[in-house]
């Protein structure tokens, strides 16, 4: 597992992300420092493997300082979405290449999806490792509704698959989850 020279301290973004458009490096490696770790985490969310997923967010950074004159700064929230978007089109793109299936759209029986007692004991690290080890297609789409917000149309247009199978999908991953949480019940771990 790689450490970047992630930070937290505060810096003009604006400026900095001005400095990029002119082609410094140096302004290039501060932005780099200060959203490495935050892009990391959500490419691990969609690629489970740490170094397809490190490979993944360099090659996102790669893109946003290639098309830099493109991006109009707003805010630093608006750059966070922005290269947030890109990691997420590089995963999607990278799962695409691997041929993710997405299986049949058949329907689960309506499965309500409750958090028992034991999610209650879980630390958030548990918790993301099972959501990593979800399979391709269950994980994309339960990152993209869950964690993305995203609705099933703009999933289904996203990955080339209809809203019936994002929504079978999503089923199937809460379904997944809530066995493996059960699971931790009876077995005292993750």
Not at 59 to 73: A, L, N, S, T
Not at 87 to 105: D, H, P, T
Not at 123 to 133: G, K, N, P, R
Not at 152 to 158: D, P, V
Request: some cysteine; glycine content about 6%; aromatic content about 12%.
């Amino acid at each position: 597992m790689h450490l970047y020279n992630y930070t937290t301290e505060p810096c003009n973004v604006e400026l900095i992300v001005s400095e990029c458009k002119k082609g410094s490096r140096r302004a290039q490696k501060k932005i780099f420092d200060h959203y490495a770790k935050m892009m990391m985490a959500v490419c691990i969310r969609y690629v489970k493997d740490w170094h397809c997923a490190e490979d993944l967010m360099l090659g996102g950074f790669q893109k946003f300082f290639e098309r830099i004159g493109e991006f109009r700064y707003s805010d630093e929230k608006g750059l966070q979405s922005y290269l947030k978007r890109i990691m997420i089109n590089e995963c999607l793109m990278f799962l695409r290449s691997k041929k993710v299936g997405y299986l049949s759209e058949e329907f689960l029986d309506h499965v309500a999806f409750q958090w028992e007692t034991s999610i209650d004991k879980l630390s958030a690290d548990e918790l993301f490792y099972m959501i990593t080890q979800l399979p391709d297609g269950y994980r994309t789409v339960f990152n993209l509704f869950v964690m993305e917000d995203m609705s099933h149309k703009e999933i289904s247009g996203l990955l080339g698959i209809s809203e019936g199978t994002s929504k079978s999908q999503l089923n199937k991953a809460r379904t997944l989850l809530q066995q493996r949480i059960r699971n931790i019940n009876k077995d005292g771990g993750v």
